[in-house]
């Protein structure tokens, strides 16, 4: 093995942003496949104290509903919607 080599890694558990992101990614990208087994798809997140930024291109046409999708991702890894 080299001596000037370096390993490192990253750890990081199921509620932290970057999990979250990917799992909203992932779970829109699933629901798109779901309806055409063949679509094209890109698509990133970015979350943010009470906020989710999603952008998504995806052919051919289709209609899903990115919001509850996302909702519904953050409530399973079990973020709570604040008591007003």
Do not use: N
Not at 14 to 36: E, Y
Not at 57 to 81: C, H, L, M, N
């Amino acid at each position: 093995m080299k001596k000037d080599f370096m390993f490192t890694s990253e750890s990081v558990t199921q509620g932290h942003p970057d999990k979250l992101c990917d799992r909203i990614s992932d779970a829109i990208v699933d629901r798109l496949l779901q309806q055409d087994p063949f679509a094209r798809i890109i698509t990133e997140c970015a979350v943010s104290t009470g906020i989710v930024f999603l952008s998504a291109r995806f052919e051919p046409e289709t209609s899903i509903d990115f919001t509850t999708i996302a909702r519904k991702v953050i409530e399973q890894v079990g973020y709570q919607q604040p008591q007003l």
